[in-house]
T-cell receptor, first 109, second 113 residues
Framework: EDQVTQSPEALRLQEGESSSLNCSYT??????LFWYRQDPGKGPEFLFT???AGEEKEKERLKATLTKKESFLHITAPKPEDSATYLC??????????FGKGTSLLVTP | EAQVTQNPRYLITVTGKKLTVTCSQN?????MSWYRQDPGLGLRQIYY???????DKGDVPEGYKVSRKEKRNFPLILESPSPNQTSLYFC????????????FGPGTRLTVL
């Protein structure tokens, strides 16, 4: 059975204080690993797709990396507007998508 | 404007009264999916569809039905809703399964009394 575990559950950072979110996974035939951002009361917003170990993608202050067992979302010099819940998901060989429970990030000024 | 729309946005109903939540996308996407989101459990996939007339069960399909007769529409049907189906529901679509920049709808908050 596919499993996605995100840590920490919650993270509080000062503005400018860089950190990383972790997503550990087990999946039958990884087709892709995805990162989303979700603001309260809204649907998730796509950030990145990673397909194979060693792949990295960047967008503004965010950088996602992938190994065979986990993915990291690095946040460099975060700003208060980066506060949100960050979700990780894996797609298996049958095209089903399995989400982790998310990391709730709060960035204070 | 490219978007995924869901209706209704809010619904309060009673146990056993059949209901349908509609989902429509205007981006000609092939892959569509339904999720429910519950506190402490995260987003869980209910059903997904690779294309017209092709649907598959996700993690939590019990008590739900779907159909994909047209590419743009993917309704979620609850034949006999129960209180444990009270949840926030999201529909999503993407150009293809593996090109998975999924676009999510605004959500439907369902309460079953």
């Amino acid at each position: 059975e596919d499993q996605v575990t995100q840590s920490p559950e919650a993270l509080r950072l000062q503005e400018g204080e860089s950190s990383s979110l972790n997503c550990s996974y087990t999946v039958s035939g990884l087709r892709g690993l995805f990162w989303y951002r979700q603001d309260p009361g809204k649907g998730p917003e796509f950030l990145f797709t990673l397909y194979s170990a060693g792949e990295e993608k960047e967008k503004e202050r965010l950088k996602a990396t992938l190994t065979k067992k986990e993915s990291f979302l690095h946040i460099t010099a975060p700003k208060p507007e980066d506060s949100a819940t960050y979700l990780c998901a894996v797609m298996n060989s049958g095209y089903a998508l399995n989400f982790g429970k998310g990391t709730s990030l709060l960035v204070t000024p | 404007e490219a978007q995924v729309t869901q209706n209704p946005r809010y619904l309060i109903t009673v146990t056993g009264k059949k209901l349908t939540v509609t989902c429509s996308q205007n981006m000609n996407h092939e892959y569509m999916s339904w999720y429910r989101q519950d506190p402490g459990l995260g987003l869980r996939q209910i059903y997904y569809s690779m294309n017209v007339e092709v649907t598959d069960k996700g993690d939590v399909p019990e008590g739900y039905k779907v159909s994909r007769k047209e590419k743009r529409n993917f309704p979620l049907i609850l034949e006999s809703p129960s209180p444990n189906q009270t949840s926030l529901y999201f529909c999503a679509s993407s150009p293809g399964a593996t090109y998975n920049e999924q676009f999510f709808g605004p959500g439907t908050r369902l309460t079953v009394l």
